[in-house]
């Protein structure tokens, strides 16, 4: 079945202390980007990715760190989180870079504490 | 990037059509009309996009202003499942979908 799955779906954690969400499809998709969802603000870009070994900032990248060593997969990583990461993060990817449409993970619950 | 505008929120009744209304005045030329939703604890699914004709496939249809400013999403018969945020969005070259804050859809049985 073609998805993208991203890990932990729920986490709560303590200020400062590293995390990393995963994020893989299975659809050898070209594009991936990470979004957060907060209420009233809808959902912003953190970071993209066009190919491997290519990202770039989206919206709000501040605090958030990304990589993609491979096509699969693109990690977000909050290296100190703060309280105001407290969202709920979702992953996405599109087959071809600037067309198409977006498959979307299920979310990922962040709880900063 | 150009913004759009949506109704904070409709209602509709169950097997009846909806009609979800989008304005974007600054469109630009090169710009995509994309619909999404977002059903309650799930992520944003594709639901229609469109340039300038009227689009249609098995999740709805699209209509476009003949301006282009201002485009709607047409349910053809809501169901219970249709319950959703419908988020409106122009794609440029960009690589960002701005979402905005959609329509909260709720259908009534």
């Known amino acids: 079945e073609a998805q993208v799955t991203q890990n932990p779906r729920y986490l709560i954690t303590v200020t400062g202390k590293k995390l990393t969400v995963t994020c893989s499809q299975n659809m050898n998709h070209e594009y991936m980007s990470w979004y957060r969802q907060d209420p009233g603000l809808g959902l912003r870009q953190i970071y993209y990715s066009m190919n491997v070994e290519v990202t770039d900032k989206g919206d709000v990248p501040e605090g958030y760190k990304v990589s993609r060593k491979e096509k699969r997969n693109f990690p977000l990583i909050l290296e100190s989180p703060s309280p105001n990461q407290t969202s709920l993060y979702f992953c996405?990817?599109?087959?071809?870079?600037?067309?198409?449409?977006?498959?979307f993970g299920e979310g990922s619950r962040l709880t900063v504490l | 990037d150009a913004k759009t505008t949506q109704p904070n929120s409709m209602e509709s009744n169950e097997e009846e059509p909806v009609h979800l209304p989008c304005n974007h005045s600054t469109i630009s030329g090169t710009d995509y009309i994309h619909w999404y939703r977002q059903l309650p604890s799930q992520g944003p699914e594709y639901v229609i996009h469109g340039l300038t004709s009227n689009v249609n496939n098995r999740m709805a249809s699209l209509a476009i202003a003949e301006d282009r400013k201002s485009s709607t999403l047409i349910l053809h018969r809501a169901t219970l499942r249709d319950a959703a945020v419908y988020y409106c969005?122009?794609?440029?070259?960009?690589?960002?979908?701005?979402f905005g804050t959609g329509t909260r859809l709720t259908v009534i049985p």
């Open positions: 969005i122009l794609k440029g070259g960009a690589n960002n979908l701005f």
């Open positions: 996405a990817s599109r087959r071809q870079v600037y067309t198409g449409e977006l498959f």
